[in-house]
């Protein structure tokens, strides 16, 4: 059975946020945890609610028993770990408000029990750690993210630091010099200890401040925090509630989906030395052109988009027009064409790229975007992803959010989609071909 434990920072403990609520002083090997334990259900799915500094914020970071919290959860039977915090950002990118769903951390705490392994009476243990925080739930908080139209970084490194005073200047651009982008006093052990229990563990880390690397602003102070945390708490209470369906649901089955996306393969021809010799062309006109193909495709992106806070499909000349309209049509939303220059007659805004082949760029008509909304990116294959870059780049000239990008075919081996996830876009293609 799914249970899903909420480690609480700065007020998202709150227990009535659950329906029937329970709760129970308990007692672990570690001694007693931050707070009493608060079981109970959110969106059907049961979930177990702890206070990381206690109901009053009593507790410092280091003094925080870590130790006994994730016992304590892991005793209590929970299966994946959501956790928030307060951060401060590191980069100018990472505004106040904005929510970064971490991927690394840096452990920069002195004083503290970080591990569940002090001696080895069975042999040495020592945990992998490459990428503490588990991708699947991070896939569920940003798909989530983006269906409530937030602001998210989808990956970001916070550095944990002792506390609980703040940095100095030196160090806040040391930090910025390791390569960390926000700043906090409690995630890393969380995460270590998560990882050496077994349990799935992810963070949303909300920006309060800029630490005190920007000489224009003012150093963070503890009322900053709570004023900017409190302004922009219900945006990750809504970010939970609603990721908590995705945590809980089951896998499709896997033979089912694997045999749709054998099948939407099988209908896509690959023609030899084309556009240039060594080029393994994937060709969907042969997809599209069969009823039950261009069904499959069809339906298995609608029901990925629908529901979500989308106000526009925007389409890559060409085949990204055959998929983005029809997409459209089916999710009851406008469509927006970007094109290769001198094929739109009016107003236009550009783009240049290099792609795999050559220079080019993109166009789109300056009033076919409001600022300020969502918009879903599409084409046909995603290959070196330039292409797909400045279309991403095209509508955000405009004012718009790109919600994600979507693809039916993935070259893995040319490191697109890889190159969009790193330029901060969320991506989905249905399947991949291997090689070029």
């Given at each position: 059975m ?5 480690i ?12 029937e ?7 672990t ?7 009493p ?15 990381r500094?206690g ?40 505004g ?6 971490v ?14 392994h002090?001696a080895?009476?069975?042999?040495p243990?020592h ?18 993210a ?14 944990t ?8 200047r030196?160090?806040?651009h040391?930090f910025?010099?390791?390569g ?14 998560a990882?050496?229990?077994?349990i799935?563990y992810?963070?949303v ?6 630490d005190?690397?920007?000489d ?16 922009n ?5 809504k ?5 908590l369906?995705?945590v809980?649901?089951?896998?499709p ?14 209908l896509?021809?690959?023609?030899p ?10 060709d ?18 609608a029901e990925?988009?629908?529901?979500r806070?989308?106000d526009?499909?925007?389409?890559i ?16 939303l ?10 739109l ?5 550009k ?20 600022p ?9 294959l ?8 400045a279309?991403c ?7 718009g959010?790109?919600?994600e990008?979507?693809f ?20 989905f ?8």
């Amino acid at each position: 059975m799914i249970k899903v434990a909420i480690i609480g920072g700065s007020g998202l403990d709150d227990p009535k946020l659950l329906a029937e609520p329970e709760e129970r002083e308990v007692e672990t090997a570690y001694g007693k945890p931050s707070s009493p334990l608060t079981f109970g259900k959110l969106q059907g799915v049961e979930v177990v609610l702890l206070a990381r500094h206690g109901r009053d914020h009593r507790l410092p970071p280091t003094q925080v028993p870590y130790r006994a919290n994730i016992q304590a959860l892991k005793d209590a039977g929970c299966t994946h770990i959501l956790a928030t915090t307060a951060v401060g950002s590191l980069r100018e990118e990472i505004g106040r408000g904005d929510l970064v769903i971490v991927d690394q951390f840096i452990d920069f705490t002195r004083h503290r029990a970080i591990t569940f392994h002090e001696a080895f009476p069975a042999g040495p243990v020592h945990t992998p750690m490459a990428d503490p925080f588990d991708e699947s739930l991070r896939r569920s908080l940003l798909e989530t993210a983006a269906e409530l139209g937030l602001k998210t970084h989808r990956k970001g490194t916070v550095i944990t630091i002792e506390g609980p005073r703040f940095s100095t200047r030196a160090e806040s651009h040391l930090f910025r010099a390791w390569g960390a982008d926000i700043i906090n006093m409690s995630i890393a052990p969380e995460a270590i200890l998560a990882n050496e229990a077994g349990i799935p563990y992810a963070a949303v880390a909300m920006s309060t401040d800029y630490d005190c690397w920007k000489d224009e602003e003012e150093p963070v102070s503890w009322e900053q925090i709570l004023e900017i945390f409190g302004q922009n708490a219900e945006k990750v209470r809504k970010l939970l509630v609603a990721t908590l369906p995705k945590v809980a649901r089951p896998a499709p089955a896997a033979d089912n989906g694997e045999a749709i996306c054998a099948e939407i393969k099988g209908l896509i021809r690959t023609i030899p030395d084309f556009p240039k010799p060594g080029i393994l062309f994937r060709d969907i006109t042969t997809l599209i052109k069969d009823p039950k193909g261009l069904r499959l495709v069809t339906t298995a992106l609608a029901e990925r988009y629908a529901g979500r806070q989308l106000d526009a499909v925007a389409g890559i000349e060409s085949r990204g027009f055959v998929l983005g309209s029809v997409l459209a049509h089916e999710l009851g939303l406008g469509f927006v064409l970007l094109r290769k220059p001198g094929k739109l007659p009016g107003a236009t805004e550009k783009v240049e790229y290099t792609t795999e082949y050559s220079t080019d760029a993109i166009e789109v008509h300056r009033d076919a975007i409001e600022p300020g909304s969502n918009v879903l990116v599409i084409d046909d294959l995603i290959a070196t992803g330039g292409t797909a870059l400045a279309a991403c780049q095209l509508v955000e000239k405009l004012g718009g959010n790109v919600s994600e990008c979507a693809f039916v075919v993935d070259l893995p081996a040319l490191g697109g989609k890889r190159r969009l996830e790193d330029a901060g876009y969320a991506t989905f293609n249905l399947i991949e071909f291997e090689g070029d």
